[in-house]
């Protein structure tokens, strides 16, 4: 029975779901958002509310006890001096999980996991997610060599810049004349 055992287990043991808790807190906290399992979007969300509520108090007990959380001081340094100030007027509720859909591989459900409020953070990641291809669509294509040979020619620079770049190489060749 599971008496008193709250959360998923994640079909990890205790260190490993506790390293894995760590590192993607230590991620949200550096990217604003990450794209990961409903279930393990789901169990992260109390680990990192409660890290941003210590970040929020901002006392020296609560940035050790944030540490012994996420053991990395650079993810500590950032929750303290960013995101906690961020949610100063905020009473809980600091992430959010949007729901993707499920993975093309093993067709677990995925989800983006992001802090409230850094939605410009996740509209960039989108935004590149869209220009990354499938290994599909990244085949040579007939269009794409004449393409190559015009970035492989070098580019012709505008009459101002020329006649600016010859003005300079006479007047560094007067230069040393001028010295004698």
């Given at each position: 029975?599971?008496?008193?055992?709250?959360?998923?287990?994640?079909?990890?043991?205790?260190?490993?779901?506790?390293?894995?808790?760590?590192?993607?807190?230590?991620?949200?906290?550096?990217?604003?958002?990450?794209?990961?399992?409903?279930?393990?979007?789901?169990?992260?969300?109390?680990?990192?509310?409660?890290?941003?509520?210590?970040?929020?108090?901002?006392t020296l007990h609560h940035r050790r006890l944030a540490f012994k959380l996420l053991q990395?001081?650079?993810?500590v340094h950032h929750l303290f001096e960013e995101v906690g100030p961020a949610f100063e007027?905020?009473?809980?509720?600091?992430?959010?999980?949007?729901?993707?859909?499920?993975?093309?591989?093993?067709?677990a459900p995925i989800s983006i996991f992001q802090l409230v409020g850094y939605e410009k953070?996740?509209?960039?990641?989108?935004?590149?997610?869209?220009?990354?291809?499938?290994?599909?669509?990244?085949?040579?294509?007939?269009?794409?060599?004449?393409?190559?040979?015009?970035?492989?020619?070098?580019?012709?620079?505008?009459?101002?810049?020329?006649?600016?770049?010859?003005?300079?190489?006479?007047?560094?060749?007067?230069?040393?004349?001028?010295?004698?």
């Amino acid at each position: 029975m599971r008496h008193k055992r709250r959360g998923n287990h994640l079909s990890r043991t205790a260190s490993h779901k506790k390293a894995l808790m760590r590192n993607m807190a230590a991620q949200v906290i550096e990217h604003k958002e990450i794209k990961t399992t409903t279930a393990k979007a789901k169990e992260l969300r109390g680990y990192v509310e409660r890290l941003i509520t210590y970040a929020k108090k901002g006392t020296l007990h609560h940035r050790r006890l944030a540490f012994k959380l996420l053991q990395n001081k650079g993810a500590v340094h950032h929750l303290f001096e960013e995101v906690g100030p961020a949610f100063e007027g905020r009473n809980g509720g600091y992430t959010r999980i949007i729901k993707l859909g499920n993975r093309k591989g093993d067709a677990a459900p995925i989800s983006i996991f992001q802090l409230v409020g850094y939605e410009k953070a996740a509209s960039t990641a989108t935004a590149q997610d869209k220009k990354k291809k499938s290994k599909k669509d990244k085949a040579p294509k007939k269009e794409a060599a004449p393409a190559a040979e015009e970035a492989a020619a070098p580019e012709e620079k505008p009459e101002e810049e020329v006649q600016d770049t010859k003005a300079e190489a006479a007047e560094e060749t007067k230069k040393p004349e001028d010295k004698e």
